[in-house]
């Protein structure tokens, strides 16, 4: 088995409770031991960092120390989550002075100390550079046998952070899902922000933003997406008649989670795929 410390993200285990359902059955159909993070805290979304980026530093160090803890590295199926933890781990370690500055506060706070001893993962590339696409291919009983879109996201997508895939073309979402038997439809925004963080308080651009997305894969063929975020999967999923009002653009597509394709593929849920076949037929095309 595969140790991996598990951060759910910030919505995995509230809005976005499928990825909770069908994460640790894939996982252990591909040998990974997903070990939780026990009393981890949020990484700040994209949003605390923005008035206090000490506070969202000290968050994500939080989380470290934890996972130091546990002995394992970090793994998320949340891209914005990886993008944040990438960043706020290559800035403590490069930073000794505002590490002990983040230090001192977690010693206070939690009785924590980070040393720096952790790397962290999104779940797409341990799938790939880890459990390898032969093996997963090997392990498909059910076949996905659609049209599918990838999204990505801009969050994760930078050097280092996105393990040996391209950050500005990337393609591992793509290889992953020809290796459950799907047929991957490229499209030009599927690193293209949808907005998330900002829904609140841009909703008309946000809408737009997350229109662009959902019309352009549909454009190319797509029946499906899938999404390798959990907080832009509420834009993509939850708001796409919205979008569709804002926009006047076709957006009218399944719309799931990485851990739920793999799930399915490797004979879970059946049910629920099952359902998610129908509706990509009804209106995916």
Do not use: W
């Not at 999404?227 to 799931?256: E, F, G, W």
Request: some cysteine.
């Amino acid at each position: 088995m595969v140790k991996y410390s598990y951060y759910p993200g910030n919505t995995a285990r509230q809005s976005s409770i499928e990825v909770e359902d069908t994460i640790q059955p894939m996982a252990r159909s591909l040998g990974l031991d997903l070990i939780d993070i026990t009393g981890c805290n949020s990484d700040g979304g994209e949003i605390i960092c923005q008035t206090n980026k000490l506070l969202q530093l000290t968050l994500n160090a939080r989380n470290f120390a934890l996972a130091e803890e546990n002995g394992h590295d970090i793994v998320t199926a949340c891209a914005t989550s990886q993008g944040n933890m990438f960043a706020a781990l290559k800035t403590l370690k490069s930073d000794p002075v505002l590490c002990a500055q983040v230090n001192s506060v977690l010693e206070k706070t939690s009785d924590l100390n980070f040393k720096g001893e952790i790397k962290t993962s999104h779940l797409l590339h341990v799938l790939v550079d880890e459990i390898g696409l032969e093996k997963i291919n090997d392990l498909v009983v059910n076949p996905l046998r659609m049209k599918v879109a990838a999204y990505y996201g801009p969050n994760m997508q930078r050097e280092g952070a996105c393990g040996d895939d391209d950050a500005f073309n990337p393609q591992y979402l793509e290889r992953l899902i020809e290796a459950l038997g799907g047929e991957a439809i490229d499209y030009d925004s599927k690193t293209s922000s949808v907005g998330a963080p900002s829904l609140l308080t841009l909703e008309a651009p946000v809408m737009q933003m997350t229109a662009q997305v959902l019309s352009d894969a549909k454009a190319a063929g797509a029946q499906l997406m899938v999404s390798a975020c959990t907080i832009s999967h509420s834009n993509l999923d939850s708001y796409q008649s919205k979008a569709a009002k804002v926009s006047r653009k076709d957006t009218n597509m399944p719309v799931i989670h990485l851990s739920e394709l793999v799930a399915f593929a490797l004979g879970h849920h059946v049910d629920r795929f099952a359902q998610l076949k129908t509706r990509a037929l009804v209106i995916g095309g």
